[in-house]
Each structure stands twice: as structure tokens, then as C-alpha cells.
């Protein structure tokens, strides 16, 4: 039986399909369509899962969106009708595209897919949950979900055992940690629903000066973790924008204009922010540890991503081992949404081991393109074959040389994290790696720090880090100052795990780059420039290269330099004074 899941609508639309319990394929529309976030109906994604699977839509049994829109279109109504007449542009501006398409998602799948089956509608949090707990390794565990809204839950936790989820309590709009947490991304100037992890990033350059103010006029936290916001300061509940003049007086001035120089204060503004959101975070788990007595944590929804307020959770509550699910935000939620009707609807059971996972690594998306000499020949790019006993010693030599290298090698990742399918790799013990890639390579803020990829093995000898982490969710800290490209300013790191299991490739060339050096540990940070989502096809993966200043890219076993490749001049340079967004 194949299970169709779709989100759509607010940010990252994805669609998975599920064959029987497993996992077939998964990907976000964003990476077909090139544009960003793409919310659109994701008709490309669900395109290639299909296609991966070697079916048609009239193989599908059911169809499953991840949310509920009648009662989401509830909670737009009910809360202008709260806040009026103020609201009434962002009403103005809603409602017609609620009206001619959001509400009636049902016709919509029809009609875009040819359906005529049934078609499920799991409340937003159950999807998060779903996708949280079914794919883990654990028979029972409990689930915590943190996002910004769904319908009308913004927080929730319960319990999962064998194939049922159930969600026993929760938090509601507008007291949302993840809406307060983007009220402090739009005023420190970065973007809503995109920003959020530059945020992160930028803490640690800061000190908690506005802790006890926030905590003081914004939020009342209780020693449970549940909290209610003070929302005389915000604007999002009804406004086009997160924060009101009240907000920027309290903190000393208007937010921050994109791209202008972030001065000390905004550094201090978000370091405080993160400490109180990883307190709640850290509180919550405490309480549903207490209140569940369960051994494991299952987490989802778009805080889920906070891999720092993850870290610490993992050190300070006494969880034996916590899953996070890797497209842990709206893109998770197709997938939540198909394993919910598969288990739970369809009853159908699950076994786990409380060790393998069943997300695959989260290798879920398309290959690149299978005739890569055919493309590589009929474009006109230089390149050379490397068979396969060469490949690994030769990329971790380029590595070690000072190369920057670009893969785009077998299935891409499902989230929003690179994995060493659709990565940029380099050289951990440089010192100025971090500067040259964030400025030369991605076009991005120079604060901005980059993952270690180490062997799975070696890990607990360079990170303070107890437990694996192939997804890249978890942070710890850097044991040895012999890796300042992916040591962060408060020696942390975002550490990704890799397995010969999981990603034999990826591993293999790790491996032969500490053969070659004595260190396990090289950069991995995602394949795209700023603004653009991560690479999909060969296409993508060599313009992407072209307009940058990487060195080489590695296509399955063709490598490709760029001081050798023809027609420079077409790929027009990112100009760095001219970053995007």
C-alpha cells in the first residue's frame, strides 16, 4: 500500500511517499522550482516520489495533508475577530487567498493530483509528532513538538508506543516559544521563518544582558516550562510585521535594517534570547520526563532545529538518548502525516530496536542525473574520470591541499541540513577556511560557523558529544583547538556522526583524508550559495560551482576543476557587497 503525505502552504511544502510502513521517498519543493522555502503546492516533489517508486497516482491508497485547514482558517478568523478593528490590512490580505485556495485543499489535491481516494487530515502537531517518534528507533518514547503554530497548538508533548501517538498536552497560539524566538530573528534583521538559525549563529558573539528584561516584560515562564507571552508587544497575532514600538522602545531602538552592520547590542539582544528559549526547552524536558518516566525524547517542529537548546537537553535531563527528526520544521510534516495513517489509522503495527532508525539517513531525494558524461559532454564541461578505488584517496588529498570541493553524489538529503550527499567540503584545521568559505564560497555574514563531519567513531575523542549524531542536530563541545574552520567563538560545534553504513562514500573519503592526515574531521556545510536552496541535479551542482570560488566539484566519479572549465565568462561572480537574503 502506498501513503501519498503533502505539507504546503506556509513554508518548505514537501511531499514522502510510504510503501507499506517504509519510507520510499521524501523531498521539499523548493529544491525542483529553485526558489527558496518554496510554499507552493509541492506538484514537483510529489512528481519524483512517484517516479522513485515507479508508480502513478492511481497506485496511491490515500493521500494525506498535514494539517487541518478548516480549523487553522478558525484560528485566522477567531483571532482577527479578537484583535479588531485593529488588523484589518493583514486581514484584507489573507482572507482572498484563504478563500480561493487554502481552505479548500481537498478540491485542490484533486484536482492537481487526479485523485479520487480518500484524502486525511492529522492535525499539524500529530504530523510533527508522527514524524517525530515513527521513524526513531524507539518502541516508546515520549514526544516533545515546539513550532510556531499549527492550527492552534504551538507546543505539545505525550507519549509514543508500538504504532500509536498521543499528544495529552499542549500550549496555544498566540503564546508560541517559536513565534517569540522569530519576533527576535525579524527585529535583529534577518528573515521570518528563514533567519532563525543565523540567529543561533550569532549568539554566541553576545552576552545575556536582556535576559531578566525579556523574561521580566515579554514572558512568564513557569518552572514546568509552559509559558504565556506578554503580547502588548508583539504584532504578529494580527499585524503584517513580528514586533510593535513598544517592543523597540524596551529594547533601545527600531530593528535592525538587513544587511547593515550588526552592531554589539543586537549580538547581546540575540544571545538572550537563545539562553531563555533554551531554558524553556530545557525545562519542558525536565517536566515531560517527569510526568511521562519515559527513557526516551522524540522531538519535531521548527525550535526542534534549535541544535544548541538540543545539546543541552541531551547533557542536562536525564532522557537515555533523544531522536530528532532531521526535516524536523513543515517539511517533516508530509512525512509525519503518511506514517500517521499507515500506524495509526490503518492500525498497522511497528517494530523498533532502540538503536537503527528507519529515516535512512534522511537520503531520500533524487540522484543527480544518470548520464553525467552524457551532460557533462553535450554542455561542453571538462572533466576527469576517477574510478571508484581512486575516488576517496583523491578528494581527501584535494582536502588536504586546501581545495574546496563540492559533492553532489547519490541521493540528496530530505531537511534542511547537508549530509555529505549535497555538500561543500574542506579542510577542518584550517584556520582561515571559515572566513574564505563564508565570503568566497557561500556569500554569507562571516560570524557564520560551519559543521564538523567526523568519523563516527572518533567523535567522542574531538567533541564532548555522548551519543551519535548523523543528522547534524545536536551541539557539543569541540575537545581540541585543532579545528578552528567548525569550532564556533564559545568552542561549541554542530557535530554530524557519519557511519560506512549510512553514507558509504561520504565516509570513505573522511576515512582516507585522516589516513592522510591523522584527523577524522573535515568541513560539511551545505551545497548552495546564499538565497538559493541546496543543489539538486548535476545542473545545479555545476552552475552553483561555476559561481563561486570553489576549486572542484565531484559528480559521481567526475571530477570537475574550475580553472580548466570553458566559457567562465557566461557564470556570471556572486558579488559579495551584494548579498542576498
Not at 12 to 39: N, P, W
Not at 302 to 310: D, E, I, K, Q, R
Not at 510 to 524: L, R, S, Y
Not at 531 to 559: H, K, S, W
Request: proline share 5%; net charge neutral.
Amino acid at each position: 500500500m502506498y501513503i501519498l503525505g503533502i505539507s504546503a502552504f506556509y513554508h518548505d511544502s514537501a511531499a514522502c511517499l510510504v510503501r507499506d510502513g517504509e519510507i520510499i521517498a521524501a523531498a521539499q519543493e523548493e529544491r525542483f522550482t529553485r526558489q527558496k522555502h518554496d510554499a507552493s503546492f509541492p506538484l514537483n516533489a510529489v512528481r519524483y516520489c512517484l517516479k522513485e517508486a515507479g508508480i502513478t497516482i492511481n497506485d496511491v491508497s490515500y493521500v494525506a495533508f498535514y494539517e487541518k485547514p478548516f480549523l487553522k482558517f478558525e484560528r485566522l478568523l477567531l483571532t482577527y475577530l479578537a484583535y479588531a478593528p485593529r488588523g484589518l490590512s493583514s486581514f484584507l490580505k489573507a482572507m482572498p487567498v484563504w478563500l480561493k485556495e487554502k481552505i479548500f485543499i481537498k478540491d485542490l489535491i484533486r484536482q492537481e493530483l487526479k485523485f479520487d481516494k480518500e484524502i486525511l487530515f492529522p492535525e499539524h502537531h500529530e504530523s510533527h509528532a508522527a514524524s517525530a517518534f515513527f521513524p526513531s528507533p524507539f518502541q516508546e518514547a515520549a514526544i516533545i513538538t515546539l513550532d510556531g503554530v499549527g492550527e492552534w497548538t504551538s507546543t505539545s508533548f505525550g507519549i509514543g508506543r508500538g504504532n500509536k501517538i498521543e499528544l495529552t498536552s499542549e500550549i496555544q497560539f498566540p503564546h508560541s516559544l517559536g513565534l517569540l524566538y522569530s519576533a527576535f530573528t525579524y527585529y535583529t534583521g534577518f528573515r521570518v521563518n528563514s533567519g532563525e538559525y543565523k540567529l543561533m549563529g550569532l549568539a554566541p558573539y553576545g552576552q545575556p544582558k536582556y535576559a531578566d528584561l525579556i523574561k521580566k516584560e515579554l514572558i512568564d515562564i513557569k518552572p514546568d516550562g509552559s509559558f504565556r507571552l506578554n503580547l502588548d508587544y508583539f504584532n504578529y497575532p494580527v499585524g503584517l510585521t513580528m514586533t510593535n514600538e513598544r517592543f523597540h522602545r524596551l529594547f533601545g531602538g527600531p530593528p535592525r535594517t538587513p544587511e547593515t552592520t550588526i552592531t554589539q547590542r543586537y549580538k547581546d539582544i540575540a544571545r538572550s534570547i537563545q539562553d531563555v528559549t533554551e531554558e524553556i526547552m530545557v525545562k519542558t524536558a525536565w517536566h515531560v520526563h517527569k510526568t511521562t518516566k519515559q527513557d526516551h525524547l522524540c522531538l519535531a517542529g521548527g525550535v526542534a532545529l534549535n541544535c544548541v537548546g538540543n545539546g543541552r537537553i541531551l547533557k542536562e535531563v536525564p532522557f537515555k538518548n533523544i531522536w530528532i527528526q532531521p526535516a524536523a520544521g513543515d517539511a517533516g510534516g508530509a512525512l509525519g502525516a503518511a506514517l500517521l495513517v499507515w500506524h495509526q489509522y490503518l492500525n498497522n503495527p511497528r517494530s523498533a530496536d532502540n538503536v537503527h532508525d528507519t529515516q535512512k539517513a534522511s537520503l531520500l531525494g533524487p540522484f543527480p542525473d544518470k548520464d553525467i558524461q552524457g551532460l557533462a559532454d553535450a554542455k561542453g564541461w571538462l572533466y576527469e574520470h576517477i574510478a571508484d578505488s581512486a575516488l576517496s584517496g583523491r578528494i581527501a588529498g584535494l582536502i588536504g591541499e586546501g581545495k574546496v570541493i563540492g559533492l553532489c553524489q547519490g541521493r540528496m538529503e530530505f531537511g534542511p541540513r547537508a549530509l555529505g550527499a549535497r555538500s561543500i567540503i574542506a579542510d577542518a584545521r584550517c584556520e582561515k577556511m571559515q572566513s574564505v568559505m563564508n565570503l568566497k564560497i557561500k556569500f554569507r555574514e562571516s560570524f557564520r560557523p560551519f559543521a564538523p563531519s567526523v568519523l563516527e567513531e572518533r567523535s567522542s575523542e574531538y567533541f564532548d558529544l555522548p551519543v551519535k549524531s548523523p543528522y547534524m542536530l545536536l551541539v557539543g563541545k569541540a575537545k581540541s583547538s585543532s579545528l578552528p574552520a567548525v569550532t564556533h567563538v564559545d568552542s561549541s560545534a554542530r557535530v554530524q556522526t557519519v557511519s560506512e553504513k549510512d553514507n558509504p562514500l561520504f565516509y570513505s573519503i573522511i576515512k582516507a583524508f585522516e589516513a592522510q592526515t591523522k584527523c577524522p574531521v573535515i568541513i560539511n556545510t551545505s551545497f548552495n550559495i546564499r538565497g538559493e536552496p541546496i543543489v539538486a541535479t548535476a545542473a545545479d551542482a555545476y552552475r552553483c560551482f561555476m559561481c563561486t570560488n570553489m576549486d572542484y566539484l565531484l559528480i559521481g566519479n567526475y571530477l570537475f576543476e574550475r580553472e580548466k572549465q570553458p566559457h567562465q565568462e557566461d557564470y556570471k561572480k556572486e558579488d559579495i557587497s551584494t548579498i542576498l537574503d
